[in-house]
């Protein structure tokens, strides 16, 4: 695997509008978002017509466009801020990414504003090395290089299909933690990246994520869905759930995970003790949900992302379905995801 | 596991002396260390008096010392960076800290003076969470936490035995791409702290290290000599070595590995160039290494460090033993450790 070009035509960037109004946000971007195509899906729980600035590249689709081209059993699965799942599904291009609407862009320890899109596209275009840790990170990035004891037939490392940034400001908790730290802050900017070595499970977010359609795009899936979640990070899970599918596809097909820069600005939204009222049951269900995904094992006879879903959907179904009624469903999602998937593929 | 709080008399920092007058070194460090006990010990293959400046409460060892305490048989075990080694054996105090003789302290990025000693301590007394990858880094530095999806169960984490610190300026590289990029220096500060997962392999560097000397020291050793090494870091890999020995000790027994903070800024020394003519086998050795380590399983009956110790070396003497004689020697260099430590230990 060595260093691959990615070209702005390449890129789709998936906007999920929680709120209908993307002026500002868009705003923020503009500099950095300009040169790319952008795939807005609308909340189908949303009210209100969309409001866009002009001088962007981009599509729109809303509820009648998901029900046209889905049917209307399946619009649920894209409600909140699983709408830009619906992005994922129709776009064409090799690299997606998306970032939420309550953010703009971070300046770095310089005060100079981060690109997070070339930076994803830095992480994505250049090898991961999840076999062995690096103390020094990502041995790809400017100036950092392989530390003495890492094996050379190691170091040419393998293709990237999934670069996970962070968030200064409001960071990514649960609503427990949020709601007990009221003031707590991320204000510490890490000039890193490294690749999450091969085996570990991390907390994927996907407020600020990149990815290689073509190698990984079925995983990145709707499926999870709480009970009682509503339009706040702090109360999904989906998006942890998410990574733990992509990771496990990820250790088996033999591609890497990136997490690290870049950073974006989150914007303060929502009450956390009022979403602690919704007796959240994220938390009880992460206990039965990392052992699970830790101790997943795929089959060889899995070779793609779309085999490596169905696999671990019907491993849910059978470990995890008897524990909790949410588990059933979300096999259940991921298999029609995969199905889904593969028409809209057929047909495009 | 909750935090700990460290006692200055429960640390010890280890000195090798490389060469022989430390003046200049000890100025460097003088308000960060003077608080501390040193351990110093002269590389017994160096001539010439130890130089250390007043004011520091110190014990030196030389080889007159070895010689009188392991015997003369063992002696050129402690020759050139191992002869710290003799420091680990000694010392009888919970936290050990060694720090090589060309480095000096760093500044972080705001100009400031960083306390490495400090800052070790500080990734000691705090747990580690091996088992589940924070995307935030190490959860219990100042104004960090866990990031949503982060199994509570895992929140309280392990001890941490061993605090991996890194370098500015000169990184710690392998002689072929010191001698390849010349030039390439590591200006990059990450103001980070993080678990290594478990299972996860990673090139330890014994140039500033920190670790709990009551859990793990018996498997911090001296034990995988080249046959060309020289008096330079980038000759060396017997703390790569030990680094994995640790990893599968701590995996094992449910501690921690942090890597990170500190940094100490690395002065040059030697010529890398010069270092390649010797036929450098470190690199060629590594490719069986990394694959061993990784595939390590202890038994149950591997309840102390030192049982720990005495498994690898057999699966070292039967799996690797037959590649290349250094590996036979590295086993009955790690049994003999380990009856070493035990001796030390009666006696005092």
Not at 203 to 231: Q, Y
Not at 272 to 294: N, T
Request: hydrophobic share 40%; with cysteine.
């Amino acid at each position: 695997m060595s260093q691959v070009s990615i070209r702005d035509d390449e890129v789709d960037i998936v906007i999920a509008a929680i709120e209908p109004d993307l002026t500002s946000f868009l705003e923020e971007w503009r500099a950095i978002f300009s040169r790319f195509h952008l795939i807005i899906i609308k909340d189908p729980d949303v009210k209100g017509e969309l409001k866009i600035p002009g001088g962007f590249n981009y599509d729109t689709y809303t509820k009648a466009d998901i029900q046209q081209i889905i049917g209307p059993s399946n619009a649920a699965t894209f409600s909140g801020y699983s709408c830009r799942y619906f992005g994922y599904l129709l776009s064409k291009k090799k690299y997606i990414i998306s970032i939420d609407d309550d953010c703009i862009p971070a300046k770095d320890t310089k005060g100079i504003q981060v690109d997070a899109i070339s930076q994803h596209i830095n992480n994505l275009s250049t090898p991961a090395t999840p076999f062995f840790f690096n103390t020094l990170y990502d041995p790809f990035c400017k100036g950092a290089d392989f530390v003495r004891g890492y094996p050379f037939s190691l170091r040419s490392g393998v293709s990237c299909a999934l670069s996970c940034g962070l968030w200064l400001n409001l960071a990514d908790l649960d609503a427990p933690t949020q709601a007990l730290k009221p003031e707590l802050r991320n204000t510490r900017y890490v000039d890193a990246v490294l690749t999450v070595p091969a085996r570990a499970m991390m907390p994927l977010s996907g407020i600020n994520i990149a990815f290689d359609r073509e190698l990984v795009g079925p995983a990145l899936l709707p499926s999870f869905k709480l009970a009682k979640e509503g339009k706040f990070r702090w109360e999904t899970v989906e998006d942890v759930w998410t990574g733990m599918c992509v990771k496990v596809v990820c250790d088996h097909l033999g591609y890497g995970v990136k997490t690290g820069l870049p950073y974006v600005w989150r914007k303060e939204r929502g009450d956390a003790i009022e979403s602690l009222k919704k007796e959240w049951e994220g938390v009880k269900l992460m206990e039965e949900v990392v052992p699970f995904f830790q101790s997943m094992k795929l089959t060889p006879a899995a070779k793609t992302a779309e085999d490596c879903v169905i696999e671990i959907a019907a491993a849910v179904k059978e470990q995890l379905g008897r524990i909790d009624p949410v588990f059933t469903r979300a096999a259940d999602s991921m298999v029609e995801w995969v199905q889904l998937w593969k028409t809209v593929k057929t047909r495009t």
